[in-house]
């Protein structure tokens, strides 16, 4: 008689999973390191074993940065939102390629993605496979437990797709070593993405007992998202209308926008009515800063400012500029033709008070101008300004009466974060309906959703300093009707751009549009003669909308006669 164990090995990209056996006499003394899924094969262990597929979505079980779908680098730094910031020679191997887009496939944060994406979707399949042999599970506890791993393993798909484009769909009868070197990346996998997303959407409840867990609104917020990226408008747009219609949070608080912009990223509100989903966690737990947010950790002001290190992802002189307004309206195509003033370029005269959108001062760090509730920002808070320039990062950096509840200092000096990570919220969700009613030509009900959250903007707090406004803040909401598709897709996105900004969206926003290649370029050129850190680089159109399918991936994926799985990306 023998008895088959199953162990995951986490250390490799896809996850490989190894059958093995061992005689009867061992059977009283299982392997070390393995467990079977027999012996997990019930409610408690499929319990178990969800809660660790949604661990998946922070990508710390590889033990590396760059791994959440938080994407500060991959969404953020490869865009103009950012420049990389801190010092030129930290996390040179890791990030300075990736700004410059010169990663190779033998990149260790390119290698780290791929792990964290393909760890988080084996977890998902083990789940799955779980439910199947855990026969006393009740019916309605196996469909709640399917429909959200489906969404689980959807949503790393997805973020593999905008992330590497050509990857394998595993699903959970993948199991073995010959399984997974088998798999093969020249099929279309939208189709189970979709599929995943859809079932999660078709079988959640509208509310869930446990606030963190992905309910029918949030999974169908993100089969939208899915139908958008293939730019499937009309089909979108029907599930859009539906989730704007009558949808709600999983503690069932309807959609809607926060009141003031700046609560958005507050930790007393990071569940609340504007967060359609997002990664759960905390600190002072006990855990020693286990359940923190690790993905943040070097995305703060230096030195004596918030959290103390490190200094990375400091936002660009285009992001600032994009804040500047004229009658209350964005400059869509203007918007970089006069720089908002800062210390490098005015040392004797900023910071700027001149006509600006409100959100800036809540998006990003102005030196000499209040900071949250720190008092003003200061130029010792930047590590290196010849690298990272003079702006600071702003939305994810904990507030100073949050300290504590959200947010413990390090063992080293970082950041423990305690707040949530935002993944989707309802802003971007009417964006993104906004996009599908410009391209189906429904341009007021486009227009009509901007304003929402131009509104919102123009009646939240604005940042004040001995009791008078820091600048002088106008925004306003569109009045003259959309006529025009062309200057609607503008508009739309550049609100976007603007109410998104520093999320670690824009970039995969450039790719699906088309228009990478012509913003990184000028961008690049324009930001190379502040930030000799780019200088030089360029994106090449074909290529560089992707990272490349790293090295030890393809080299695994051999068949025993010799056949090649996976194939390297265009151009690299």
């Known amino acids: 008689m023998k008895k088959y164990f199953l162990t995951v090995i986490a250390s490799i990209g896809i996850p490989m999973v190894f059958l093995g056996s061992c005689d009867e006499k061992f059977l009283d003394r299982p392997p070390l390191g393995a467990i079977s899924e027999e012996a997990i094969a019930n409610e408690n262990g499929v319990d178990g074993a969800l809660i660790v597929a949604y661990r998946g979505l922070t990508g710390v079980q590889i033990g590396a940065w760059y791994t959440s779908a938080n994407n500060w680098l991959w969404g953020g730094i490869r865009s103009d939102d950012s420049y990389k910031g801190s010092e030129s020679l930290d996390q040179a191997t890791e990030i300075n390629p990736v700004e410059r887009f010169e990663v190779l496939p033998s990149g260790p944060s390119v290698t780290n993605k791929w792990r964290a994406i393909f760890d988080g979707i084996g977890m998902a399949n083990i789940v799955l496979r779980l439910v199947e042999k855990a026969t006393t599970l009740p019916a309605a506890k196996k469909t709640s437990v399917i429909a959200q791993t489906r969404f689980l393993r959807g949503f790393q798909h997805f973020e593999g797709k905008r992330t590497f484009n050509n990857i394998p769909f595993v699903d959970e009868k993948v199991i073995s070593t010959d399984d997974y070197k088998a798999l093969t990346n020249d099929k279309d996998i939208w189709p189970m993405i979709e599929a995943d997303l859809k079932f999660a959407y078709d079988n959640l409840p509208a509310t869930q007992a446990q606030v963190g867990r992905v309910n029918k609104w949030a999974a169908g917020a993100y089969y939208a998202k899915a139908l958008l990226y293939q730019n499937k408008y009309t089909e979108a747009k029907a599930v859009f209308d539906a989730i704007i219609a009558g949808g709600v949070t999983s503690k069932g608080d309807k959609y809607g926008l926060q009141e003031d ?32 947010n690790k993905e943040g950790e070097l995305t703060n002001p230096h030195n004596d400012g918030p959290g103390g290190c490190c200094g990375f992802y400091q936002p660009s002189q285009s992001l600032v500029n994009a804040y500047r307004t004229s009658g209350g309206l964005p400059l869509v195509d203007t918007y970089n033709s006069v720089n908002v003033k800062n210390q490098e370029s ?15 001062d809540y998006t990003v760090g102005r030196i000499g101008v209040p900071y949250k509730d720190y008092g003003l920002a200061k ?8 690298n990272g320039g003079p702006w600071l990062p702003n939305k994810h950096v904990q507030w100073k009466d949050e300290v504590g509840k959200y947010y413990i200092p390090g063992g080293w000096g970082q950041t423990q974060l305690g707040k949530n990570q935002i993944l989707m919220r309802y802003a971007d969700l009417l964006l993104m309906a906004a996009e599908c009613e410009v391209e189906v030509g429904s341009l007021a009900k486009a227009q009509e959703y901007v304003n ?47 109410e998104l900004a520093m999320e670690g969206h824009r970039f995969f926003d450039l790719v699906r549009w088309g228009v990478a290649d012509v913003v990184m370029n000028e961008f690049i050129a324009r930001e190379s003669k502040l930030r000799t850190s780019i200088a030089g680089s360029q994106f090449r159109k074909g290529k560089d909308e992707y990272l490349p399918i790293p090295e030890f991936a393809i080299n695994q994926s051999k068949t025993a006669d010799g056949k090649q799985g996976l194939k390297q990306n265009p151009g690299y």
């Open 261 to 292: 912009f700046k609560d958005v990223f507050r930790g007393d509100y990071e569940n609340g009515k504007e967060i359609v989903f997002g990664i759960q966690y905390t600190v002072g737990d006990g855990t020693g800063g286990a359940n923190s």
């Open 379 to 386: 130029d010792t808070w930047i590590r290196q300004l010849a």
């Open 346 to 360: 005015n040392p004797t005269d900023y910071p700027d008070r001149g006509v600006l959108d409100p959100r800036l």
């Open 452 to 498: 929402l959250i131009r509104n919102r903007a123009a009646k939240s707090t604005v940042m004040m300093d001995g009791g008078k406004p820091v600048a002088d803040y106008q925004i306003k909401p569109y009045t003259v009707a959309w006529t025009d598709k062309v200057a609607a897709r503008k508009a739309v996105r550049f609100e976007r751009y603007i």
